[in-house]
């Protein structure tokens, strides 16, 4: 049974920074590439980043290249996101995405396995 559990969000400042784990089970986790989303309240569910099942390719969104860095460990069964100089309107719940195969995919309903979500509030 596939389970990921989401962890590391939290209540900061604008201009801090948090770091996302991701922890994965039931699946032979270095096989799958990984991603992040986020969900802002009334808003859809966006493609933040995305790596590669062995970690050496890496994408993100426009809105978070320089500030945000997806990592993982495949040892470790975790994906990471790496956030910094936070702003407000990074607030929001974030997810992570597991999904077979290379390609870059930034659409949702592309993805079967997903966590609970961690809360990411940023204040000004």
């Known amino acids: 049974q596939v389970q990921l559990v989401e962890s590391g969000g939290g209540l900061v400042q604008a201009g801090a920074s948090l770091r996302l784990s991701c922890t994965a089970s039931?699946?032979?986790?270095?096989?799958?590439?990984m991603a992040w989303f986020r969900q802002a309240p009334g808003q859809e569910r966006e493609f933040v980043a995305h790596?590669?099942?062995?970690?050496?390719?890496?994408y993100y969104a426009d809105f978070v290249k320089g500030r945000f860095t997806i990592s993982r460990d495949n040892a470790k069964n975790t994906a990471y996101l790496q956030m910094a100089s936070l702003k407000p309107e990074d607030t929001a719940v974030y997810y992570c995405?597991?999904?077979?195969?290379?390609?870059?995919?930034?659409?949702?309903?592309?993805?079967?396995?997903w966590g609970r979500g961690t809360q990411v509030t940023v204040s000004s």
């Open positions: 995405a597991a999904r077979q195969g290379s390609r870059v995919v930034i659409t949702p309903t592309m993805y079967g396995n």
């Open positions: 790596i590669s099942a062995s970690g050496d390719a890496t």
């Open positions: 039931g699946f032979i986790f270095s096989t799958y590439a």
